[in-house]
């Protein structure tokens, strides 16, 4: 099993297969997440002081803040399992 890294803005890498979800941090359930997951230490900020743009949610429960839109991410971790796919 190979682990495939995606690239979430300014140099941060997350392991693809962990991610369970990228959202945009607009609504207030997502905001509501975040909120709860800084209280109990499981927020990553990533977003380097900049305005958060995707909220990624792994299937450990750490929530991860990115100043990258989440179409971004999404095309990033869909281009890598396309080259994973070419590989095989």
Known sequence: MSIKLINIGFGNIVAANR???IVSPESAPIKRIV???RERGMCIDAT???RTRAVII???DHVILS???PETVA???MAKDQM???EE
Request: hydrophobic share 35%; charged share 30%; aromatic share 4%.
């Open 19 to 21: 991610i369970v979800t």
């Open 67 to 69: 100043a990258v839109q």
């Open 75 to 77: 095309h990033r971790l």
């Open 84 to 86: 994973v796919e070419d």
């Open 58 to 60: 792994t299937d450990s």
């Open 48 to 50: 380097y002081g900049r």
């Open 35 to 37: 909120q709860e997951a």
